[in-house]
């Protein structure tokens, strides 16, 4: 799978109604970075059962 944004092969890949988004590693973090500073991180945490082990 390519990545969404570039010709990069996807590292990883996203589904959500059947439709599949694949990302490379630097636009995955890009991503990643651009939620945490958003508002759209915490809805994403009440989306998603986001648990620590006891060992963090």
């Not at 944004?5 to 636009?27: F, I, N, P, S, T």
């Amino acid at each position: 799978m390519q990545c969404h944004y570039c010709e990069r092969e996807a590292a990883y890949a996203a589904e959500q109604d059947g439709l599949r988004v694949g990302l490379c590693e630097r636009h995955f973090r890009e991503r990643v970075e651009e939620l945490a500073e958003s508002e759209g991180l915490e809805s994403l945490r009440e989306r998603v059962d986001v648990t620590q082990t006891e060992g963090e």
